[in-house]
């Protein structure tokens, strides 16, 4: 069963996002591609661990491999989060490699900071 021509997923989670995505980063393409999907963007909880590998093999299954970064965000939402609660994110994707080296100062300075 493929999806509607032209859907791209924008916000898919690998494993390296813990309790949030389950596939493994260097199958996204392979299934993606199995999908009918031209493109897919991965765009972890505040790393880019996965990048490298995602790209690799998507690109191998002749599918857009886009990077993204799901990076935590306090103050938005209008009121704190409850205690268990998880932190809101926002999904930055690179559009070129000075964009991806922005993704990863980010994504640094989300793990230096928390």
């Given at each position: 069963?493929?999806?509607?021509?032209?859907?791209?997923?924008?916000?898919?989670?690998?494993?390296?996002?813990?309790?949030?995505g389950a596939a493994k980063a260097d199958a996204l393409g392979r299934i993606a591609a199995g999908q009918g999907m031209p493109a897919v963007a991965i765009a972890d909880r505040a790393?880019?661990?996965?990048?490298?590998?995602?790209?690799?093999?998507?690109?191998?299954?002749?599918?857009?491999?886009?990077?993204?970064?799901?990076?935590?965000?306090?103050?938005?939402?209008?009121?704190?989060?409850?205690?268990?609660?998880?932190?809101p994110t926002i999904v930055l994707l690179a559009q070129s490699e000075a964009g991806y080296l922005n993704l990863s100062t980010l994504s640094s300075m989300a793990y230096l900071e928390a």
């Open positions: 069963m493929a999806v509607e021509d032209g859907f791209i997923h924008l916000r898919v989670r690998s494993a390296y996002s813990l309790l949030e790393n880019l661990f996965g990048a490298l590998e995602f790209s690799v093999t998507a690109k191998d299954a002749g599918v857009q491999p886009i990077i993204g970064c799901a990076l935590p965000v306090t103050g938005i939402g209008g009121r704190p989060p409850e205690r268990w609660a998880r932190t």
